[in-house]
């Protein structure tokens, strides 16, 4: 293999696992911000049977309500962001593979030429090798 395409190589795997790292965090965040949505909705499912309990946290049930509704909407806004965030870093992920991939197919095909060039160069040694002897 050529050191150009060594290096072409190791570049692009270089910039697959960065690609690899990034995806990997916004999927952690991606997962925080699911954990936030459902304790979210835990949170509401408690105060809500509160308020069936003690009729003082059921007068303050709507106010709750509201500010229950608004870190909802964040933490889905939150969520929707991650999640383009992720098809994102998908995409350029599999475009880092296919680069990566590219650059490995020209670097099979360059060793696989070469070495055809050389198997051609010794089979026209060995023919003229042949016909010297054929000649005497």
Not at 89 to 98: I, M, N, S, V
């Given at each position: 293999m050529t050191a150009w395409a060594q290096s072409l190589i190791r570049i692009s795997n270089y910039e697959v696992e960065t690609l690899q790292?990034?995806?990997?965090?916004?999927?952690?965040?991606?997962?925080?911000?699911?954990?936030?949505?459902a304790v979210l909705d835990a949170e509401v499912e408690?105060?809500?049977?509160?308020?069936?309990?003690?009729?003082?946290a059921g007068m303050m049930l709507g106010a709750y309500l509201n500010g229950w509704k608004a870190r909802?909407?964040?933490a889905e806004g939150d969520l929707t962001v991650v999640d383009a965030e992720e098809a994102g870093?998908?995409?350029?992920?599999?475009?880092?593979?296919?680069e990566l991939k590219k650059f490995?197919?020209?670097a099979e095909t360059?060793?696989?030429n070469t070495l055809l060039a050389i198997a051609k160069r010794e089979?026209?040694?060995f023919d003229e090798l042949g016909l010297r002897k054929r000649a005497v």
């Open positions: 790292k990034r995806l990997a965090e916004i999927t952690a965040r991606r997962a925080t911000a699911e954990m936030r949505l408690i105060e809500r049977e509160r308020a069936r309990m003690d009729a003082d909802k909407a964040a870093a998908r995409d350029a992920l599999t475009g880092a593979f296919e490995e197919h020209v360059t060793r696989l089979t026209a040694a």
